[in-house]
């Protein structure tokens, strides 16, 4: 390791140097979407991981600050909107606290009900099965329902802070 890099000593690392480090992870950038039969609801999320093939299990990882994820809790039936390149400024509104987060944005009903936002990479709908709670956060897992995907699409990407993409 080069003398620029972070050296945690054993024990418990401060935040910073957690997200700092951690930051190292690129990862795509989703909007957890739900319907409470009234209105639309959802929150940015980077946490979305493959959890099981059989049975089709994803997980995603709630802030227990959220004031979305317990309206979306409650409703049960989700869409996870995988964002593509070109989706940073959706990205940017759904990741600020209050208001009309749908503003807008142009989504269809999902066949569970859960919004579907135009021009995203792909959609799981699923029903939230289990939480647990981890730290300042909640791991959620929700049962796949159904899939679709833009093949030719290109992910909208978070690394160290910033977003961007596959180069062509």
Known sequence: MSADNIVIEPGCPAPAA????????ATGVAVIAAHDGTRPLGFTCQSVVSVSLDPPFVSFCPAKSSTSWPLLRTAGSLCINVLAHDQREICRQFAISGGDKFAGIDWTHGSNGAPAING???HIEASLEFEHEAGDHTIALARV???AADDGGRPLLFFKGAFGGFAD
């Open 18 to 25: 957690l997200r700092k480090v951690l930051g190292h992870f």
């Open 145 to 147: 329902t159904e899939l």
């Open 120 to 122: 995203a990479l792909a």
